[in-house]
């Protein structure tokens, strides 16, 4: 079984500051791993994914997230924030090359962005 | 190309009644999946259509059940609500079974009282 945790329920942080998300999965084969993005009252937006290859990869609006083995994590970053990057952000993984058996997601962190 | 759309966007329901959700999914794609999100929680994953026939399946009573149409839109069933049920529930589409293409839907949330 796969599971993920998101160390952090609630992240504030103020505008132009750097922050990280903190996510760390547990599965004994390989896996995908993604964050998503969730606006108030909306649906779940692709930010990113690792199927394989490079370890480090963005997305557009400035996000980066790192996966590392050894430490089993996938934690997003981004160097300076803005207001507009309010919202709930999900890491999910997953073990399996197709849908069957869905994407295990975590609880969630909240990134609160202060003016 | 249109997008995900979900119907109706919200409900309320009485315990131990029945509901049925539905999805059309983007254009283009022929696989939909089914999400329950609590609140507070992340989503967990209900089920997959493909081809119209249930290709997988998380850990959900046999209460939850779907259906997947010709034109690759969706219903989701849920029988004998209980409370536990109240949750934003999100349909994703995807070109083929594979999940790292998803299009979520903006969700249905289901107040059950």
């Known amino acids: 079984a796969q599971s993920v945790t998101q160390l952090d329920s609630q992240v504030p942080v103020f505008e132009e500051a750097p922050v990280e998300l903190r996510c760390n999965y547990s599965?004994?084969?390989?896996?995908?791993l993604f964050w998503y993005v969730q606006y108030p009252n909306q649906g779940l937006q692709l930010l990113l994914k690792?199927?394989?290859?490079?370890?480090l990869v963005e997305s557009i609006n400035g996000f980066e997230a790192e996966f590392n083995k050894s430490q089993t994590s996938f934690h997003l970053r981004k160097p300076s924030v803005h207001i507009s990057d309010t919202a709930e952000y999900f890491c999910?993984?997953?073990?399996?090359?197709?849908?069957?058996?869905?994407?295990?997601f975590g609880k969630g962190t909240h990134l609160i962005i202060q003016p | 190309e249109t997008g995900v759309t979900q119907s109706p966007t919200h409900l309320i329901k009485t315990r131990g009644q029945q509901v049925t959700l539905r999805c059309s999914s983007q254009?283009?794609?022929?696989?939909v999946s089914w999400y329950q999100q609590a609140l507070g929680q992340g989503p967990q994953f209900i089920f997959q259509?493909?081809?119209?026939?249930?290709?997988g399946r998380g850990n959900f009573p046999p209460r939850f059940s779907g259906l997947q149409f010709p034109n690759y839109s969706s219903e989701l069933n849920v029988n004998a609500l209980e409370l536990d049920d109240s949750a934003l529930y999100l349909c994703a589409s995807s070109r083929d079974t594979r999940w790292y293409g998803y299009t979520f839907g903006s969700g249905t949330r289901l107040t059950v009282v």
């Open positions: 999910a993984v997953s073990h399996s090359g197709g849908g069957a058996d869905g994407l295990t």
């Open positions: 690792y199927l394989s290859g490079s370890t």
């Open positions: 259509y493909y081809r119209e026939e249930e290709n």
């Open positions: 254009s283009g794609h022929n696989t």
């Open positions: 599965s004994s084969v390989s896996v995908y």
